[in-house]
């Protein structure tokens, strides 16, 4: 592949407005609406608190990680010899650049306390549900591992996958990266404009230069290797 200078650029662009838009203060009003829509509803709608409560246990994370990894196996299952090898790299690669998104994020020099933490009069799931571990606050929110991992995941399905698997990914990922911000450990933006832009940056390089199928090549024939060692080559 060559570069594609016009997607490259495109992306870089997008990652820059949505961050700096947020930095300049432009999400605001529409981080503390969604915020407050949601919190107040903790009290107002039965049993929601409860759903928030639950959705937001450690063991729910597990499961969703499952079964975006279910996805990737589902379609590498379908095919044949050096495909199958190339699914199997793609998923190293996911990996990887999951781990390197998250390591850029925790070293940006921003601190922002989640909402349950900014507004002390906040309605918190951990009280209304005691009985549930819940995640519902963070000192450092921005931007969010949790989004990472989505925006990760949508970004390779976005071009490694079948057109029909999007109709299911992209509104699974949405409502799977909703809890965090249902329950107020997470502002809205810490995913859309701290995790997606880490994810848009990473899909300019990757996918409009040859940088991803240099990493595919030199990864394929070990991976081969060991589909055949476990007789999964296909």
């Not at 820059?16 to 432009?26: E, K, R, V």
């Not at 900014?118 to 549900?129: C, F, G, H, I, W």
Request: with cysteine; glycine share 8%; hydrophobic share 55%.
């Amino acid at each position: 592949m060559r570069w594609d200078i016009k997607g490259w650029l495109a992306l870089q662009l997008l990652a820059l407005a949505l961050f700096f838009t947020w930095y300049f203060g432009y999400w605001q009003s529409l981080d503390e609406g969604v915020f407050w829509w949601f919190n107040n509803r903790l009290v107002t709608v039965p049993g929601f608190a409860h759903l928030v409560a639950v959705v937001n246990q450690r063991w729910i994370d597990g499961a969703v990680a499952l079964l975006m990894a279910g996805f990737v196996f589902s379609h590498a299952w379908q095919l044949k010899g050096r495909d199958r090898a190339k699914m199997g790299c793609l998923l190293l690669l996911m990996a990887g650049c999951f781990s390197l998104q998250a390591a850029a994020g925790k070293a940006l020099p921003i601190e922002r306390a989640s909402p349950t933490v900014v507004y002390e009069q906040a309605e918190r799931v951990s009280l209304l549900v005691p009985d549930v571990k819940a995640k519902d606050a963070s000192g450092d929110s921005f931007p969010s591992d949790h989004g990472i991992g989505f925006a990760t995941f949508l970004l390779f399905a976005c071009y490694r996958f079948p057109r029909r698997y999007l109709y299911v990914v992209a509104p699974l990922v949405f409502i799977l990266a909703m809890p965090r911000v249902m329950s107020g450990a997470h502002w809205f933006t810490d995913f859309i404009c701290g995790s997606l832009p880490l994810a848009l940056i990473t899909g300019a390089w990757l996918f409009h230069t040859p940088l991803a199928e240099r990493f595919t090549e030199a990864m394929v024939r070990p991976v081969e290797t060991l589909l055949t060692k476990w007789r999964l080559q296909g």
